[in-house]
C-alpha cells in the first residue's frame, strides 16, 4: 500500500498550507499525522483523521475522503516549517503494515 | 507520562548484526499497547521496522523479517532489535515508538529521540 505526498509545498505566513495523501481507498482507512522539525523526532499532530492532540493548536487540522487524506495548517507560522508524514495501518493483504506517506517539506516564505 | 530511549553502537561493520535496545519509563512494559521501531534513512521518510507485545507476541516489516528479531525484556522494561547480516542500506537513525492503546489505528504518540546507526567498514 502507498501514500503519496508532495515532496514540497511553500507558504507564505498567515495563509493556508493543505497536505494531502493521497492512497487507494485511503478514506476507508484511519490517518494520523506527524510533524518532523529538523533534527528532532516526529511528533503526532492530528490522529483517527482528524483529531488534534492536546497541545497541537487549533489551526492544525484534517480530513480523509476517498482517495485523499488533507492535513490543512490555517494561519501559518515560521514554527510550522517541517517535514509531514501521514500514516496508516494497512491489513489488506497477508502482510499487515504500518505505511509512512513519502512526506512532505513545508516551507514558509 | 512515557519516555523512551534509545541506545547502541552507533557503528556497525556490514554482515555484522545491529542490536539496540529501548529503555521504557513512565509506563510497564506490560502495558497493553505494542512496541515498535521505525527508522529513517539519511535524506529520506519513515519506515516501520515491527512491533512487540508484552506476551511476546510480534508483527515485522515483511522487507525486514528474514533478518529482524525483537525481544522484550520485561525486568528491565526495556525492548530491543536485533537486524541480522547489515549493509549500507540500513544506515539510519532508528527511532522506538509506541501507541496509547492496542488498537493498530492508534497513532504513535511518543517517540524516542532516535539513534543514529552506521553501516561501515
Known amino acids: 500500500y502507498v501514500l503519496t505526498q508532495p515532496p514540497s509545498l511553500s507558504v507564505a505566513p498567515g495563509k493556508t498550507a493543505r497536505i494531502p495523501c493521497g492512497g487507494n481507498r485511503i478514506g476507508s482507512k484511519v490517518v494520523n499525522w506527524y510533524q518532523q522539525r529538523p533534527g528532532q523526532a516526529p511528533v503526532m499532530v492530528i490522529s483517527?483523521?482528524?483529531d488534534r492532540p492536546s497541545g497541537i493548536p487549533e489551526r492544525f487540522s484534517g480530513s480523509n475522503s476517498g482517495n485523499t487524506a488533507t492535513l490543512t495548517i490555517s494561519r501559518v507560522e515560521a514554527g510550522d516549517e517541517a517535514d509531514y508524514y501521514c500514516q496508516v495501518w494497512d491489513n489488506t493483504n497477508d502482510h499487515s503494515t504500518y505505511v509512512f506517506g513519502t512526506g512532505t517539506r513545508v516551507t514558509v516564505l | 507520562q512515557v519516555q523512551l530511549k534509545e541506545s547502541g553502537p552507533g557503528l556497525v561493520k556490514p554482515s555484522e548484526t545491529l542490536s539496540l535496545t529501548c529503555a521504557v519509563s513512565?509506563?510497564?512494559?506490560?502495558?497493553?499497547?505494542?512496541w515498535s521501531w521505525v527508522r529513517q534513512s539519511p535524506g529520506q521518510g519513515l519506515e516501520w521496522i515491527g512491533e512487540?507485545?508484552?506476551?511476546?507476541?510480534?508483527n515485522y516489516n515483511w522487507s525486514l523479517m528474514s533478518r529482524l528479531t525483537l525481544s522484550i525484556d520485561k525486568s528491565k522494561n526495556l525492548y530491543s532489535l536485533n537486524l541480522r547480516s547489515v549493509t549500507a542500506a540500513d544506515t539510519a537513525i532508528y527511532y522506538c515508538?509506541?501507541?496509547?492503546?492496542?488498537?493498530?489505528?492508534?497513532?504513535?504518540?511518543?517517540w524516542g529521540q532516535g539513534t543514529v546507526v552506521t553501516v561501515s567498514s
Open positions: 483517527y483523521d482528524s
Open positions: 515508538a509506541t501507541r496509547d492503546g492496542y488498537d493498530h489505528r492508534d497513532p504513535f504518540d511518543v
Open positions: 513512565g509506563a510497564s512494559i506490560n502495558s497493553s499497547t505494542w
Open positions: 512487540i507485545y508484552h506476551s511476546g507476541t510480534t
